[in-house]
């Protein structure tokens, strides 16, 4: 009687220790996928900050021509204006 419930006990150990280890492996693999999918997210992540840099890129890029446009203008007409004001200081000092 006392080896049945030895037995008994012992066998409900044993059971008890084999689902452990399924539960144990299990989780492993669920580690290792879950590992996996952050892995990948972060790549897809990355992909989408490089494109959405590339289209902000791209949304800007017309007034960025238009802004060296005027820039260019701007610079013209100031590079006149200072070469027109030495010119007339070099007249109203003599100097021809």
Known sequence: MENETIDFRLDKIEKAIEELKSIVVESKIQRHDIDDMKTDILKWENKIDTLEIKMRAIESRPEKERAQKWQYIID???????????????????LK
Do not use: E
């Not at 013209?76 to 027109?84: H, N, P, R």
């Open 76 to 94: 013209y007409v100031l590079k006149t204006l200072i070469a027109l004001a030495v010119g007339a200081l070099l007249v109203k000092m003599g």
